[in-house]
């Protein structure tokens, strides 16, 4: 299993990025499919979910409105769009594929900052 995590960044508040995880080594189609994000000094934090036909999503209240989590079975990919960006955003953006192993990326570096 791999996933890599891309398109972090920094960011103006307000602000727009885009993030990617592009997943290999399982079948993506059949796997619900997460993102969490990590702070500075503070534990992993769960942001969305979308389930393998992309037909259900769910956001934390913190992100609920603003982000909007997507998939690409044919790509094997799965996105996190963030709009409206505010400075507690600021955080290690991890994808997440939730077995019993619970596999993540690397993460990809958002900062939000004037």
């Known amino acids: 299993v791999q996933l890599v995590e891309s398109g972090g960044g920094l960011v103006q508040p307000g602000g727009s990025l885009r993030l990617s995880c592009a997943a290999s080594?399982?079948?993506?189609?059949?796997?619900?499919m997460n993102w969490y994000r990590q702070a500075p000094g503070k534990g992993r934090e769960w942001v969305a979910r979308?389930?393998?036909?992309?037909?259900?999503?769910y956001y934390a209240d913190s992100v609920k409105g603003r982000f909007t989590i997507s998939r690409d079975n044919a790509k094997n990919t799965v996105w996190l769009q963030m709009n409206s960006l505010k400075p507690e955003d600021t955080a290690v953006y991890y994808c997440?594929?939730?077995?019993?192993?619970?596999?993540w990326g690397q993460g990809t570096q958002v900062t939000v900052s004037s």
């Open positions: 979308i389930t393998s036909t992309g037909g259900s999503t």
């Open positions: 997440n594929l939730p077995t019993s192993q619970n596999y």
């Open positions: 080594g399982f079948a993506f189609s059949t796997y619900t």
